[in-house]
């Protein structure tokens, strides 16, 4: 089974705002709302590709009934932790002013939520996959991932981190089957700017040789570069198309690597399907839909 966390979902609130002025009254030319959060995504474009997850985490408040609708209606199996107090975040993402966010804070996780969490993945088996993804709330500490990892540790369990600065590095010595940082995270984590698919190869080797398994870092319009637990190192162009919504590009392309890798074990296979899924989400409204990707993956890649 694979099981997808995401410990600060929200309902994301997607607008365009035609010549946006501050300190005066903005409307909306268009509006969206949809369950997000990094691993969220990974659940529902997984589903569109036929592979069954259970997405795991936090929620509470009428924002946390309405994420969990949403996501049950939308065939998305949901065993969150209920919180009795607080509620789930709301974020805003200004489509059409790239990068443009307002994201909320979330709850505050109790103790009780916090131990019946880890019980849950406490029971995850050999065999079985998790995807850790996106940013946690204030009062967990920045550890939690690197605690969930050492929980696992030796069990057998394939796990995915999608995360960013300590959150990442904490769990290398841990050995990720994968990690996929853009590269504005790798860069960050080096202390340098990334700007080429060039620049990415070194410290991408770096992070194996920190204890990654399989390095993944996402570029944008200039593609992605995978370098693989054997060394080889897999890179490409993105796809050509018209970006319309970049949210969840990247959830998409850890959910298309994980469905490619199932698939046929094969690197490049689950590279160039991983590549397509993320390109796909981002020249779509929405997150891609398996048939898109697949379109995209036989039919407008090189």
């Known amino acids: 089974m694979i099981y997808t966390v995401t ?3 929200s309902l994301d609130y997607i607008v365009d705002v035609e010549n946006m002025e501050l300190g005066m009254t903005n409307r909306t030319s268009y509006e969206q709302m949809e369950a997000g959060g990094k691993g969220i995504n990974v659940s ?3 589903r569109s590709l036929g592979i069954e997850s259970k997405a795991l985490g936090f929620l509470a408040g009428f924002t946390g009934n309405e994420i969990c609708r949403r ?13 009795s107090t607080g509620m789930s975040r709301i974020n805003v993402k200004v489509r059409n002013i790239d990068g443009t966010e307002i994201n909320g804070m979330g709850p505050e996780i109790t103790t009780e939520a916090l131990v019946a969490f880890m019980d849950k993945i406490d029971a995850l088996q050999a065999g079985d996959i998790l995807v850790l993804a996106g940013s946690i709330p204030k009062s967990l500490p920045d550890t939690i991932y690197q605690e969930i990892m050492s929980m696992l540790d030796g069990k057998g369990v394939r796990v995915i981190v999608d995360a960013s ?3 990442l590095r904490n769990v290398l010595t841990y ?7 853009n590269h504005h995270e790798l860069g960050e984590l080096f202390g340098m700017k990334i700007t080429s698919r060039g620049d ?15 390095v993944l870092v996402s570029l944008g319009g200039q593609g992605a570069v995978l370098i693989d637990e054997y060394g080889t ?11 319309v919504n970049t949210v969840g590009a990247g959830d998409s392309m850890v959910a298309g690597f994980l469905a490619g890798w199932l698939d046929s074990r094969d690197y490049e296979y689950a590279f160039r399907m991983g590549l397509a899924a993320g390109s796909t989400s981002a020249f779509s409204e929405k997150l891609a839909t398996g048939d898109e990707i697949r379109e995209l993956l036989t039919g407008g890649m090189k």
């Open 7 to 9: 410990l600060n979902p």
């Open 44 to 46: 529902y474009v997984l």
């Open 71 to 83: 996501l049950v209606d939308d065939g998305i199996r949901a065993d969150f932790e209920m919180l």
């Open 165 to 167: 600065k300590d959150l």
């Open 175 to 181: 050995k990720p089957f994968l990690i996929k940082p």
């Open 200 to 214: 990415v190869i070194p410290y991408a080797k770096q992070l194996q040789e920190m204890g990654a398994v399989n």
């Open 233 to 243: 190192v897999h890179e490409s162009d993105a796809p050509q198309g018209k970006v």
